[in-house]
Every structure is written in C-alpha cells, then in structure tokens.
C-alpha cells in the first residue's frame, strides 16, 4: 500500500515563507560596504556602477557630489580664479541639496542639484578645473561625508571617491585603491570628452587637469588621497573594462564568502 502525503495549499505557503524568510536572512547576513578610491579618471566609477548592478548593491558616486557643489559655486560667482567665497559658500551651503535619481528610459544615475538634472554638465571641464579647489574646503568635506555616511548605514552599497575607504567608512569590508599613471588616465578622460562631443578640449589640457588634481588631491589638508592599509591596489592601466569588472566581482565574491 502507497503511503501518500498530502501537502495543503497552506503547507505550501509555509513552507515558501520560511524558505524566503531564510535567503533574506543570509543575504542581510552578508551584505558588506565596499569602497573604492582612487585618483581621477582611474576608472573607479565605471566599475563601481558595474559592481554595483552586478550584485544588486546602491552605487554613489561621491565625486559627482563634489561636482555638483562645484557647479553651484561657478553658478553663483562664487569661484574667481582659484579663491572660493568661502564667506558666502558655508552661509549658503545647508541649502544646497545633492540627491541622486535614475533615468526611466536608461537606468542610469543621474546627478540632482536642488532637484534639478545637472549629470551633464558637472561632467565639463570648467567644473574639472575647480572641483579640487571646493572638495579641499573643510566645511565642504565634513557636509558631504556626513550625508555619505547616512547613505550607507544599511550597507549593501558601493562608494566610489577619494577618501571612502579612509574616512567614510574606514571600517568598510571591502577596499579598493585604483590607480593608473596621468598619461593613461588623461587619454581615457580626454576619449570621453570627445565621445560627448566636445572637440575644442586637447588632450594637453586634461593631462595638466589630471596632473593638477592629483596634487591637490593628495596635498589638502582635509581627507586627502591616500591608499588605505587594508585596500586591496589595483593597476588597471593595462586591463580591459570587462577584466577589471571580472577582478572586481572575484574579489567581492572571495570576500563575502567569508563573511
């Protein structure tokens, strides 16, 4: 004689709660923080994005947030050569507003100022050429990395910029540092703006941009530019897109397993 089990519809539905209830529990079990820094146009950014939508992480894209800080200041005359209004700028700054939206139609992350779509244009170069003037003030810097750090109390997030690893989220499970000589960074920056259209920027002028920032970058008093000592370096200068991404996503692998 068969002895068959009857499984009710109720049965069914149990069983499927606990099963989610399980993977939810060892997904928020190992979602982990991972930041990567790195000197401009290093290619942090493309593969943060890459990153994230890979494993279905938040991305922030810090270095946006300074840019967009950037352009109010040129919008408002804030900027005359290399001095900022600092004066105007700390008075003005709990109004500024950096948010982030997605593109309906692409997906893609698009930079907001006071609710306003500036993904294009803190991608020129005036905004280039000031950017590690205004990221250098203090008052800049402890606003934006307070607003940083309350983006990534849940984790599962990926953070690219400057100084994520060091002072964001110095306890962060995993860090990157990304790096490439000026030459080939300027010449990956320098095909992005032509692909934009633009076609009155040389190729000497974003070398000296490149080169400019890496010192300041790495000179300012407040968080500069430095390698963690738990970063793991990458030299990507003679990798593909699709290499470092495969690295990228290797190393968050090996790392969560062991979380």
Sequence with gaps: ??????????????????????????????????????FSSSGK?????VLAKNIGYAYIDTGAMYRAV???CLNNNLIDGDTV???TLEKVMPSIEVSFSVDPATG?????????????EIRDMRVSNK???????PFVRRALVNLQQKMGESKGIVMDGRDIGTVVFPKAEMKVYVDA?????????FDELRAKGDTSTTYEEVLENVKHRDHLDQTR??????????????????????EQNQWLLDLYHSIVSQQ
């Excluded at 950017?131 to 003030?137: G, Q």
């Design 85 to 87: 209004n600092t004066e």
């Design 108 to 120: 893609a992350s698009l930079t907001m100022l006071n609710g306003e779509n500036v993904e294009h």
């Design 45 to 49: 950014s493309t593969m943060a994005k």
């Design 131 to 137: 950017v590690s003037i205004v990221a250098a003030i």
């Design 181 to 189: 000589p000026a030459e080939t960074r300027a010449q990956r920056r």
């Design 221 to 242: 008093e407040e968080s500069p530019l430095r390698k963690a000592e738990d970063a793991i370096s990458l030299d990507n200068s003679k990798m593909t897109r699709d």
């Design 1 to 38: 004689m068969f002895n068959i089990k009857i499984i009710t519809t109720s049965s069914i539905f149990h069983f499927f709660c606990l099963s989610l209830w399980k993977d939810l529990f060892i997904m928020e079990k190992k979602l982990i923080t991972i930041a990567i820094d790195g």
């Design 70 to 72: 950037t352009l109010y």
